[in-house]
Structure formats: structure tokens, C-alpha cells
């Protein structure tokens, strides 16, 4: 087998559109993927910073508003219409959640990283991957095309709940904006499976030659799991978002009854919209993990070979990753406190959900240990892991206010909810991206990644990132709703007024910040210094490859695998790196 | 201003570029590793660690005592709500203990280790000891945690008995309250009936009559006109006639249940229900809220006393509390005070009219363009006869026609039933007729 693909690997010809367009090299799908997901991020930045504005100057005009979004976004005197300020809204969360962090992340380093970390030549299907990157290409311009539709796109929030997400009489976004929101999540949920499918069925079959699962990086099983969570969500995703379908375009009524608007009562009788919310939280809460976890493995890796040091608790973090998994998908009802559940189930939630926070606590502090007399090199990759590690704590602590049912009463739907899942989501798993890209520049492009500008681009990340959302929490306590066009109309939040212009000019700075990253990207894709083979001296596999990216991976055999990925500084060995394909010694044990 | 957002940008990339290149002609000097963090890099980020450390820990310190744990609404109008703040306050400390303890080993740690020559890590790679202990200290105080707040959340949840029940019906924009009346029992209401005039869609028999010959008169009509002017409309004109004739008749057909589940006692039931715009409670008083909406979700969230439940179209959703403190004795709390002396001396910089404390009922369920100003005023009142006379005005007013001679049914014993629904069937004909 390993001749076939030695061949293949330098006699193929390959003309641009095979090598750059349909490309069936998960290295190159991997880039397609990053390169769609930033060029979405951007779109979603620039509408977040479009609506804080709003958010903490409500009657001012900008001309960015104008420059951005155009005059059909804007009312007669100038200001954002209340009803496009939801619609930016609804797009940011669309594109962050989906297209950013779960297209995005997983995209980019599953492809990237599983055939390469488990000693593969390719994705079990290149053809399927090849379609994944497609169908996700596909939606994101529907995606993107939504937002320039003369009634609007989708306005009714990233959950898009009916009955407001179905009746256009409601908010206009429901109408034609919201097809092709629905059209677009069906494509990338299409995408997403094959996508979960392919990563699953690589990593059970192709590992090489002494690669057991207990010898796995922690990326590795990170990503396992995040495709297992997707192949059993995501579907119930679909049925969801058809079934909204078919009550928005052709009447039927499975969310629809008792709904008088527009001054006559619809025909639509005995559905519940409560059933969405029970479909899509179905996915939801596990989607949410979807996004954390492959940040998560990430972070595993970039953190033990930075810090010099066996990552702490191997076997408890691949137990915590399977516990995290199971558990997400009986929690979903954390979502649903506040819409008049049965308080019994409501406090089987309570239960269910603060188990999570068991092995979400057991990784924070195995990546603690793991600095721990550590000997650790400040790579801009290692501060966002260092950073990830941070946020995620923040963020989960509020994650167990939220928890409990009683203390949700107050906040849920308020700022201290999109405090809390922005510090995980937005920071935490942000971060995790951040520091991939960083961290496997060099396999992508065969060069580095500037890092003086990448500790630019860090320090101010994460200070405006905590300045956006950690005030955010005390807005949220203060009683201030999410989604609210301003607070102008309750003198009761004027209070707070100073602290949301703070977060806008946190948010301002920390959007102008990724500026930096952009440059340092593009630039170094074509003039960063030429890469060593190992520059990290990690021990993964994807580092016996050669600089020059081949098909196939590796020129000859594939290697073999002797030992853990985790054997930093081991004192039976001189370097303080000894690579997964380095036999042991004599007298040695395997780990 | 877009001329200048552009020119920053061209100028920050170019700014960039020129450093960038300075920078790599040096280090290209240097012949330098580009993957080797250097000894000044590491100096520097060790540095801004701790700096950063350190403004986390104080800046964070500083906002939990200068906004506290629910800034603007410190005090608890809700007998309830007490607990919750209790509850509240207990977490925090446990986990801004947690907060502050890992931040800083995280932090000490990345600072503590940081490359140094000749340095070689430990290889420490597992200890199950530990582990242990960090699956066990989380465990048991989640377990505290959770039983606390299940303890809460099983007595709030309790419905109260014999609590006075208030209806809230939820609409783009806006709210709309319904007291149940001397006998304490609502009215059978339903989307189908919903008018101007009664915008809750109480149902009475009478109601329902009027509502059927009405539409008839409407299918009536429309079908003469198609009959008569059908060959000269257009088509689509004519098709929208037909439809709405369909539809019409299914209305008809679908309010035979309504009909089926009214009863003389629903009927005297709706009959003494008072519709109002603005809340009024007894302080002291247990309430029994149910909420319901006509179009879209929306959630009535009542900050001051701690209290959120959805409002679903096609779903009844309770919600039980206890104003404890008057609107009038709220305005005298020091903290409410010095919160709207700050408000207002803003608001007259701002040239916005100064205000006073007030509960209010907002919306926290995206609804729609205006769901940011979707509000009802509460007001507590001290003692019953305040909330009778405001009650007994209430009544008087004619805004709701099936109410409409009917101010105080319990008092017109002498009347049958019959002739109660005949009045009301007068009312609402006549009301629909103007
Ligand atoms: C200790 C772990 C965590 C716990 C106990 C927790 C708990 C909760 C709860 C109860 C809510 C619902 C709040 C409400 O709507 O009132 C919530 C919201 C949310 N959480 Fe978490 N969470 C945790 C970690 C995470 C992580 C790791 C992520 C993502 C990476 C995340 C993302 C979200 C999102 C996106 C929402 C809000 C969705 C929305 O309403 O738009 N959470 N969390
Ligand atoms: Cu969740
Ligand atoms: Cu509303």
C-alpha cells in the first residue's frame, strides 16, 4: 500500500482547478475551510460592532452604518431600523456559531490534522470531503446573500423561534431572509454530516501501524467526539428546521396554534412552538460543545508541547471529553427554564447540567497541572491556549449560575446569558481557533507565522475581549434584556448606559485588533520565514512530514507508532521531545 | 467619515507592512529562528502576564463592590425573590473563590515556568490522588449547589392556594392585564374572538351568537356581490373574495367548540373580568400570574421581583408571587434614591424629562421590531380600599362592551341568567355595529 500512494504522491498532475478548486487533498480542503470561515468572521465582526454601536449610542448616526449595511438598513433619519438591528443581530449569531466556530474550527483541523496526526494519506473519502467544503461554501453565500434581500434576512435571533421566525407579518425578515436562512442551514447541516461521517470513519480505520486509540492525541479525540456529537444532532437539527419549512411555506401547523396577527385569527391550530425549542436545543446544547471541544483538543496539544511537559491526565481528559459528550445531550433543557416546564423536569435539568461542569473542572485543572513546573515557550499559540484556559473557567463559573433553574429566573434571556456563552464561545473557543492557526501555520503553508505581530494581535484580543464581556455580566444583572434595539425606554437601565459605551469601545478596538491577524496571515502565506520540518519540536506525527506539503503525506512508508504523543522532557531520554515514531528503548515501557 | 474609516485602514496596513519589513531585514540580519521564542520575548509576555493577571484580579474585584450582584435592583420586591438574592449570594461566594483561586494558579503558573535555559520540565504525567481529589472537591459542592437551588426552586414553583389570579396576555407591542373578578375565576377567552374591543378574546355565549351572525351576514354579503359584480372584478380580486368567504366559514365551524365549552358559570365567570393597561397589586397579597400571547412569543419578565415566565401562543404558563414592598415605600429605600438622583441628573443633561421609581413589566423574548419597548407599568399599592377605588374606576370604564351593563352581575340576583347574557349580546352587537 505504501509504494500505491508513494507513487501517487509524485507523479500526479494536477491543473489549478483539481489543485486549488476541487481539490480532493484534505490539506487544501482544510484551507479552503479557514480561509471561507475568516472571510465569514470578518462579515460577523463588522455587524457586531454595527450593532453595539447602536447599542450604546441610540441616537446617533454613523456613517459606518451606511458604508456597511446601506440605506434599505437604515429609517429616514438616518438611524438603523429597528427591525434590521434584530436581523444583524440574527446574522452575527448565525455566522459566529455556525459558520466561524463549527465550520470553521472543525473544517479547518479535522481535515487538517486527522489524517496527518494518525499516520493517513487522506481522509477515508477525499470525494465526500471535497463535497462538505462545497455545500459549506454553498450556504455561506446564501448566507451572506441573505443580508442584501429587500425585506431583510432572517430577524428572529440564531434560534430563529417561531412563531416569529414563521409569520412575516411578525417581523418581515420571516419572510423571504428567513427561506434562505432555512435553505442555508440545510445545506451546511448536509455539509457538517458528511463532514462528522468522514472524520469518524478516518480515525476508526486508518490509523497506522501502532496507533491505538490510547496513543491518540488529545486534537484526535477531541474531534472524534465533536463529529460523533454532530452525526447525532445535527439530523434532529434538520427535521427541526424542515418542519419549519413546511409551516412557513406550505400550512401546516407542528409550531403554529391560537396565533391572532394582523388583525385575523390563523387557521393554524394544535401545533407548539415549544416543540422547536425542544428539537433545536436537542442540538443545540451539544452543538455548543461541538464548538468548545476541538478548541479544547487543541489547546490539549499546543499546551503539553509548549509547556514542555506530558499533558496532565491523559486518560481523565479523554474520560472528561466522552463524559462532556454524553452528558450534553440530557441537558438541553437548561435552555428552557422560563417557558413554563414542569418544575420537576425542570429540576432534573438543574441536575444534569451541573454534572457537565464535574469534567469540565477536571480539564481546567489537568491544563493547569500541566504548567505546572512546566518549562513553557511563549508562542503566540501557547498565550491563546493560556488565554482559552482562562475564559473557559470565567465563562463556566457563570455557566453554573445559569444551571440552576432558581437563579435563571432573573437572567435568562438578559446580557449576563450572552456574557456567558460569548466568554466561552467568542473567547474560549475563539481562542482555541486562534491558537491552531498559529500553532499549524507552518503545515499549512510551509512557513511562520509572524510572531511579533502575533503578540500584538493576543494582548489586545484579550484585553478587549474580557473588556467587551466581562462588564457585560453586570448589564445582564441589572436586568437589562438581550436582543433590545436600546435601553432608552426603561429609566430604569439608564444606569448602565456607561457601561454598554464601554463594552462598544471594547468591542471597536478588539474588531480593529483582528486586522492584525488578517495581515500577519496573508502576509506570511507568501513571505514568512521558511519553516523548519519540526519548529515546534512537537511529537506529533504530522511533523515527520516533509515541509512541502505532498499528496499522500508522507514520501515513503507510512510511519509506525511506539509510543504516546505525550512524551515531553522524559527523563529517559536527553531531548525534551521524543516523536510518536521514535521506538523505545531498551527497558523502556510504552506509556 | 467613510472616506476616513478607509484612509485609517490603508493606513494602519501600510504602517504594518513597513514594520513588518524592518523587522524581518533585522532578524534576517540576525539569522534568527522565527520559531525560537527569544529571551526578551519571553521577559516581555511574562511581564504582560502578570500585568494582565493583576488587572483582571482588581478590575474585576473593583466592578463585583462598585455594581454588586444586581446593580440598580438591590432590593427584593417579592416575598420569593428574598430567597433567590440569598441564593445568589451564596453562589457567588463559592464560585468567585473558585474564580479567583484558579486564575491565579493559572496565572502563577504560566508566569512561574517560563523557559528559562537549562530548565528542563518535570515528568509528572498523571496522579490519580489528584485527580481525585479535583473530580471530588467539584462533586460535592456541586451537590450543594444543586441542592440549594432545587430547594428554592420546589417552593417557588408551588402553586400558592387561594392567590388572587391575574391574567397577563402578551401582543406585539404591548400588555394586557385581566383581574378575574370577585369570584377569582377567568373568563373562557380565545384567539378566534379577538377585536379592537376585546383584545383578550373573552368568550361569552352572546359573544359567540353575535360573532357567528355576523360572519354569516359578511358570507352573505360577499357571495351577493360575487354573484353580482363577479364577471367584471378581476380575477385575484375575485379569488381573495372566495377565499375569505372559505375562511369565514371555517371560523364559523371552529367556534362550535368555544360554543360547547361555554356554560353558565364561564359565562358569569368572564362577566365580572376587568381589563386593564396598567397593573395594580396589594402589597402582602399572594398572586396567581397566568400568561398567555396571541401572536408570537414573548416573555414577561418582572425585574424588581425576580419573577420571568414565557408567554406561548396556544399554551397557558403560571407564575406565582408576593409584592412585599409598595411603590411608594420603594421610592423612600436610600438605594432607589441615589439611583434616580444619578438617573435624572443625567437625563436633564440629556434634556430627557426626569423620573420616579417605578415597577415596570417589560418584554424578554425577541418579538418583533419594538420588542425592545414593550412595557406595562406595575404599581404596589399599600393597603386594599387604595386598590379597590383604583379597581372600582377601572370597572366603570366602557372600553370593553361585552363588560358593558354589567359592571356588578353579582348584585342583580333578580335577573336570570338569561337576561345577563341577552345584555351582553346587546352590548357586543351594538359595539360592532358602530
Ligand atoms: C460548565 C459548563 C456550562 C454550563 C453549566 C452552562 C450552562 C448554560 C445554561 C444553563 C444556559 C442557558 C441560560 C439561559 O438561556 O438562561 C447556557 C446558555 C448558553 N451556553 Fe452555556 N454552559 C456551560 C458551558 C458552555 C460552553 C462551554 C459553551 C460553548 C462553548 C456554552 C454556550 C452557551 C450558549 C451559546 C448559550 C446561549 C444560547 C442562547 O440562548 O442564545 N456554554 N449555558
Ligand atoms: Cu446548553
Ligand atoms: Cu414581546
Known amino acids: 500500500m505504501g509504494a500505491h500512494t508513494h507513487e501517487e504522491g509524485h507523479h500526479h498532475h494536477e491543473s489549478f482547478i483539481t489543485k486549488y478548486l476541487f481539490s480532493q487533498d484534505h490539506k487544501m480542503i482544510s484551507k479552503q475551510f479557514l480561509i471561507t470561515a475568516m472571510v465569514m468572521g470578518i462579515v460577523a465582526v463588522i455587524l457586531s460592532v454595527l450593532f453595539r454601536l447602536q447599542i450604546a449610542w441610540p441616537n446617533e448616526q454613523f456613517e459606518a452604518m451606511k458604508f456597511f449595511l446601506g440605506d434599505s438598513y437604515l429609517s429616514e433619519d438616518g438611524l438603523l431600523k429597528p427591525d434590521r438591528y434584530l436581523a444583524i443581530v440574527t446574522i452575527h449569531g448565525t455566522i459566529m456559531v455556525f459558520f466561524v466556530l463549527t465550520g470553521g474550527l472543525s473544517g479547518t483541523f479535522s481535515n487538517l490534522l486527522i489524517p496527518l496526526q494518525i499516520g493517513a494519506r487522506d481522509m477515508a473519502s477525499g470525494l465526500l470531503n471535497m463535497l462538505s467544503f462545497w455545500l459549506f461554501f454553498l450556504s455561506s453565500v446564501i448566507m451572506i446573500y441573505s443580508l442584501m434581500v429587500e425585506s431583510g434576512p432572517a430577524s428572529a435571533g440564531w434560534t430563529v423561534y417561531p412563531p416569529l421566525s414563521i409569520l412575516e407579518k411578525a417581523i418581515p425578515g420571516s419572510g423571504t431572509g428567513m427561506t434562505l436562512w432555512l435553505l442555508s442551514m440545510t445545506l451546511f447541516i448536509a455539509s457538517s454530516l458528511l463532514g462528522a461521517l468522514n472524520y469518524i470513519v478516518t480515525i476508526l480505520n486508518l490509523r497506522t501501524i501502532g496507533m491505538k486509540m490510547t496513543r491518540l492525541p488529545l486534537t484526535i479525540w477531541a474531534f472524534f467526539v465533536t463529529a ?34 394582523g388583525g385575523e385569527a390563523l387557521d393554524a391550530s394544535g401545533g407548539s412552538p415549544i416543540l422547536y425549542q425542544h428539537l433545536f436545543w436537542f442540538l443545540g446544547h451539544p452543538e455548543v460543545y461541538i464548538v468548545l471541544l476541538p478548541a479544547l483538543g487543541i489547546t490539549s496539544e499546543i499546551v503539553s508541547t509548549n509547556a514542555r511537559k506530558p499533558i496532565f491526565g491523559y486518560r481523565a481528559m ?247 504523543p505525550y512524551d515531553y522532557s522524559n527523563p529517559d531520554h536527553e531531548d525534551d521531545f521524543v516523536p510518536q515514531d521514535v521506538p523505545l528503548k531498551e527497558g523502556e515501557h510504552s506509556h | 467619515m467613510k472616506f476616513l474609516i478607509v484612509l485609517v485602514i490603508v493606513l494602519v496596513i501600510v504602517a504594518l507592512a513597513q514594520l513588518m519589513k524592518v523587522y524581518e531585514l533585522s532578524s534576517k540580519l540576525r539569522n534568527k529562528d522565527e520559531a525560537d521564542v527569544t529571551l526578551g520575548e519571553t521577559k516581555f509576555n511574562a511581564g504582560m502576564l502578570l500585568v494582565f493577571y493583576l488587572t483582571l484580579m482588581i478590575s474585576s474585584t473593583w466592578m463585583f463592590f462598585h455594581y454588586g450582584p444586581r446593580p440598580g435592583l438591590e432590593i427584593s420586591a417579592s416575598e420569593h425573590g428574598n430567597d433567590i438574592d440569598f441564593l445568589y449570594d451564596a453562589n457567588w461566594i463559592i464560585l468567585l473563590t473558585v474564580f479567583y483561586l484558579t486564575q491565579t494558579l493559572l496565572f502563577v503558573f504560566a508566569i512561574k515556568y517560563q523557559k528559562k535555559k537549562g530548565r528542563k520540565a518535570v515528568f509528572f504525567a498523571h496522579s490519580t490522588k489528584l485527580e481525585l481529589v479535583w473530580t471530588i472537591i467539584p462533586a460535592v459542592t456541586l451537590a450543594g449547589i444543586i441542592i440549594g437551588g432545587l430547594l428554592v426552586w420546589n417552593k417557588i414553583t408551588t402553586p400558592v392556594e387561594n392567590a388572587e389570579v391575574i391574567e397577563i396576555y402578551a401582543q406585539q407591542f404591548g400588555w394586557n392585564a385581566r383581574y378575574a373578578g370577585e369570584d377569582n375565576t377567568l373568563g373562557n377567552s380565545d384567539f378566534k374572538v379577538i377585536e379592537t374591543n376585546n383584545p383578550l378574546g373573552v368568550v361569552t355565549s352572546a359573544l359567540i351568537d353575535t360573532k357567528e351572525k355576523l360572519w354569516k351576514e359578511e358570507i352573505e354579503k360577499i357571495e351577493k356581490q360575487i354573484k353580482e359584480e363577479g364577471e367584471l372584478t378581476p380575477d385575484d380580486k375575485l379569488e381573495e373574495m372566495v377565499e375569505k368567504v372559505e375562511r369565514l366559514k371555517r371560523q364559523i365551524i371552529r367556534l362550535e367548540p368555544l360554543r360547547r365549552a361555554q356554560t353558565p358559570e364561564t359565562d358569569l365567570a368572564a362577566n365580572d373580568d376587568v381589563i386593564v393597561k396598567e397593573l395594580y397589586l396589594v402589597k402582602g397579597k399572594d398572586y396567581e400570574f397566568k400568561f398567555r400571547s396571541r401572536d408570537v412569543i414573548h416573555s414577561a419578565l418582572f425585574p424588581h421581583f425576580r419573577a420571568q415566565m414565557n408567554c406561548v401562543p396556544g399554551m397557558e404558563t403560571r407564575f406565582t408571587f408576593k409584592p412585599t414592598i409598595s411603590t411608594a415605600e420603594m421610592r423612600k429605600m436610600p438605594e432607589v434614591i441615589a439611583q434616580y438622583e444619578k438617573t435624572n441628573e443625567k437625563r436633564v443633561v440629556q434634556g430627557k424629562e426626569e423620573v420616579e421609581f417605578n415597577y415596570v413589566l417589560l418584554c424578554n423574548k425577541i418579538c418583533g421590531s419594538s420588542h425592545y419597548n414593550m412595557q406595562m407599568n406595575i404599581v404596589v399599592v399599600d393597603t386594599q380600599e387604595e386598590f379597590d377605588t383604583w379597581y372600582a374606576e377601572q370597572k366603570k370604564s366602557k372600553t370593553f362592551p361585552i363588560l358593558v351593563g354589567l359592571e356588578e352581575p353579582a348584585k342583580e340576583e333578580d335577573k336570570t341568567e338569561e337576561t345577563i347574557v341577552e345584555t351582553v349580546m346587546d352590548s357586543t352587537a351594538v359595539a360592532q355595529v358602530q
Do not use: C
Not at chain 1, 460523533?228 to 406550505?250: E, N, Y
Not at chain 1, 448589564?475 to 444606569?495: C, K, M, Q, W
Open chain 1, 318 to 564: 479523554i474520560g472528561s471529553i466522552l463524559a462532556i459528550g454524553f452528558l450534553s445531550f440530557i441537558v438541553w433543557g437548561h435552555h428552557m427554564f422560563i417557558t413554563g416546564m414542569n418544575p420537576f423536569i425542570g429540576g432534573i435539568f438543574v441536575f444534569t447540567t451541573l454534572l457537565i461542569a464535574i469534567p469540565s473542572a477536571v480539564k481546567a485543572f489537568n491544563y493547569i497541572t500541566t504548567l505546572w513546573k512546566g518549562n513553557i515557550h511563549y508562542t503566540p499559540a501557547m498565550l491563546f491556549s493560556i488565554g482559552l484556559v482562562s475564559t473557559f473557567i470565567t465563562g463556566g463559573l457563570t455557566g453554573i449560575i445559569l444551571a440552576d433553574a432558581t437563579l435563571d429566573i432573573p437572567v435568562h434571556d438578559t446580557y449576563f446569558v450572552v456574557a456567558h456563552f460569548h466568554i466561552v464561545m467568542g473567547l474560549s473557543a475563539i481562542f482555541g481557533m486562534f491558537a491552531g492557526v498559529y500553532h499549524w501555520f507552518p503545515k499549512m503553508y510551509g512557513r511562520l507565522m509572524n510572531k511579533k505581530l502575533g503578540y500584538a494581535h493576543f494582548w489586545l484580543t484579550l484585553v478587549s475581549g474580557y473588556g467587551v464581556f466581562f462588564p457585560m455580566h453586570f448589564v445582564g444583572l441589572a436586568g437589562a434584556p438581550r436582543r433590545y434595539y436600546s435601553n432608552t425606554e426603561f429609566a430604569f437601565l439608564d444606569h448602565i448606559q456607561d457601561l454598554n459605551e464601554v463594552i462598544t469601545i471594547f468591542a471597536i478596538i478588539g474588531g480593529i485588533a483582528q486586522l492584525i491577524f488578517f495581515y500577519n496571515f496573508f502576509h506570511s502565506m507568501y513571505h514568512g520565514r521558511v519553516t523548519t520540518q519540526n519548529p515546534w519540536r512537537s511529537n506529533t506525527l504530522e511533523w515527520t512530514t516533509p515541509v512541502k506539503p505532498i499528496h499522500g503525506n508522507w514520501p515513503g512508508a507510512l510511519p509506525v507508532v511506539h509510543r504516546w
Open chain 1, 228 to 261: 460523533i456529537l454532530g452525526v447525532l444532532s445535527f439530523p434532529v437539527l434538520v427535521s427541526a428546521v424542515l418542519l419549519l419549512l413546511m409551516d412557513k411555506s406550505f400550512g401546516t401547523s407542528f409550531y403554529l396554534s391560537d396565533i391572532f396577527i
